[in-house]
């Protein structure tokens, strides 16, 4: 039981090209059932994690990669099939890079910076996956989405935007910080 939530965390890796080979053959039905079932399983990797004390740092590493793969190839690859506006894919894929390089930037740091998730961008991953799920939605269920794509798109900016500035400032914050908070493991806290 121990090692089920990094196995769970391992397929939802491995079906990111899956589907996003599914997207690319227009096979956006079967795209959307697999996305969705990669949902499912984050939240019962999870909930095993948690339920049964089987979280380790492994599964630290592992499933917040699995998650960002899967929401990034998705943005990348509707993006250049013309099904999310390319501003939007460069937008996310730009808030990623900027956190990821912010925590590398730390590592050789006497105090390198802990991301941990905000609520701003819990909102921003809640709504990003909305948005892909819409997107497979219509192209593989023929669902009308009656103009609400380019709202979702903004909303999805805006969250998008709002986090990235919510960790950069707090990355300066952490990286410039005079007083260390817990001396025993010199680290910085980005994130709540």
């Known amino acids: 039981m121990r090692r089920l939530p990094n196995l769970i965390s391992l397929g939802r890796l491995f079906a990111v090209p899956i589907i ?3 997207i690319s053959s227009s096979e956006m039905a079967i795209a959307l059932w697999i996305f969705i079932a990669a949902g499912i399983s984050d939240a019962v990797d ?3 994690a948690k339920r049964f004390d089987a979280a380790s740092r492994f599964g630290s590493f592992i499933d917040p990669l699995a998650d960002k793969a899967l929401l990034v190839s998705c943005f990348v690859t509707l993006g250049i099939e013309g099904q999310i506006s390319t501003w939007l894919v460069i937008l996310v894929v730009f808030r990623d890079v900027l956190i990821i390089g912010g925590v590398l930037l730390s590592l050789p740091l006497e105090r390198p910076v ?5 609520f701003i961008s819990k909102l921003n991953t809640a709504l990003q996956i909305i948005l892909v799920a819409l997107v497979l939605a219509k192209g593989g269920l023929g669902m009308n ?4 794509l380019p709202i979702v798109e903004c909303v999805v900016a805006a969250t998008t935007l709002a986090s990235g500035v919510s960790y950069a400032y707090r990355y300066v914050v952490a990286a410039t910080e005079k007083d260390v908070r817990d001396s025993s493991s010199h680290t910085n ?4």
């Open 46 to 48: 999870g909930f095993i």
């Open 114 to 118: 802990i991301v941990h998730p905000l």
């Open 189 to 192: 806290q980005l994130g709540d």
């Open 145 to 148: 989405d009656g103009q609400i």
């Open 20 to 22: 996003v080979w599914l």
